[in-house]
């Protein structure tokens, strides 16, 4: 009996043709995961394990500003308890859960001799093979699921310089990656993931920002978890190039409201890191433009700033 092959589904090109300029235009700008340059620019002066501290509360708030005011009110592998804002991506840490992840962490690291100690433990040669054993070091943490293993797996690869490299979308539980790669491929299997890496990298000119002050970068599965998560925002009105710019700034004013604060170091960082014209802050508007996010929707123009 002759074993049928498995149907290959029909690319959405239009959708792909939106994808590829989108890709650009967040490239171009650095509005993909502005938290890594962001990240790298305020650590640049810290030592190896001050850095990892820093990096650790800001994947426990996601919130720059709150990352800035508990790191400047703590030791490495200490802390004061704080009442600072946590974005709705944390909501596992949000009512005081936070100190049980933060002390897990501390409990955990301190056996292993320091954070990066912790980190690494049970690397090998094998980039991808280290991913997998970071991702399952990082989700032994209390209140680190799916999303916290990638994204601060991500961090750690690319701010911290780990020797790890994801080998996959990681689409198992995963939601916007998910549909976003689905709107695209027409199918949500591993193989679609690696046949869109592998068109993103061939067909889109991607212009690296001169202003992004993270290492080299490259069109990796990390970067690809991010494009097809805006990709998918913006077919719901919930993403435009620029946009995660503008969160991160009301972010910022949430955590110098919450505490009289003022972060002007953090504000200079954006300000070093990424193309001024995109800050609001510079240029007289406040957080996300809720009209804006309705472009794509309704006209099918990917807008920007």
């Given at each position: 009996m002759v074993k049928q092959a498995t149907a290959v589904k029909t690319i959405r090109e239009e959708m792909l043709a939106d994808y590829y300029l989108m890709c650009e235009r967040c490239c171009a700008t650095g509005d993909y995961d502005p938290f890594v340059p962001l990240l790298y620019y305020i650590e640049r002066d810290m030592d190896r394990e001050e850095a990892l501290w820093y990096s650790c509360l800001f994947i426990a708030h996601y919130n720059p500003g709150s990352a800035?005011?508990?790191?400047?009110?703590?030791?490495?592998?200490?802390?004061?308890?704080?009442?600072?804002?946590?974005?709705t991506a944390r909501r596992s840490l949000q009512g005081g859960r936070i100190y049980q992840h933060l002390d897990d962490l501390i409990d955990k690291a301190g056996k292993a001799g320091?954070?990066?100690?912790?980190?690494?433990?049970?690397?090998?040669?094998?980039p991808e093979k280290n991913w997998l054993t970071l991702n399952a070091t990082i989700r032994s943490l209390y209140g680190h699921g799916r999303w916290?293993?990638?994204?601060?797996g991500g961090i750690l690869r690319k701010v911290h310089g780990l020797n790890v490299r994801q080998p996959d979308l990681g689409n198992k539980g995963s939601s916007g990656p998910l549909n976003g790669l689905i709107l695209i491929m027409?199918?949500?299997?591993d193989e679609a993931a690696a046949r869109l890496l592998e068109m993103t990298r061939a067909n889109t000119c991607i212009n690296w920002a001169e202003h992004r002050c993270a290492p080299e970068p490259d069109m990796d599965y990390g970067v690809l978890e991010s494009m097809t998560c805006d990709f998918n925002?913006?077919?719901?009105?919930?993403?435009?190039v620029g946009r995660d710019f503008d969160r991160d700034q009301y972010r910022i004013r949430r955590a110098e409201k919450a505490t009289g604060v003022t972060l002007t170091p953090v504000w200079e960082a954006?300000?070093?890191?990424?193309?001024?014209?995109?800050?609001?802050?510079?240029?007289?508007?406040?957080?996300?433009?809720?009209?804006?996010?309705?472009?794509?929707?309704?006209?099918g123009e990917i807008t920007d700033r």
């Open positions: 800035w005011i508990a790191f400047h009110d703590s030791k490495v592998l200490q802390y004061k308890k704080w009442d600072l804002p946590i974005e320091s954070l990066w100690d912790f980190f690494t433990q049970g690397f090998g040669s094998d916290g293993g990638y994204i601060f027409n199918e949500g299997t925002s913006m077919n719901k009105s919930r993403y435009y954006r300000k070093a890191v990424f193309p001024n014209q995109y800050l609001g802050e510079l240029n007289g508007w406040e957080g996300i433009d809720k009209d804006r996010l309705k472009v794509y929707q309704q006209t």
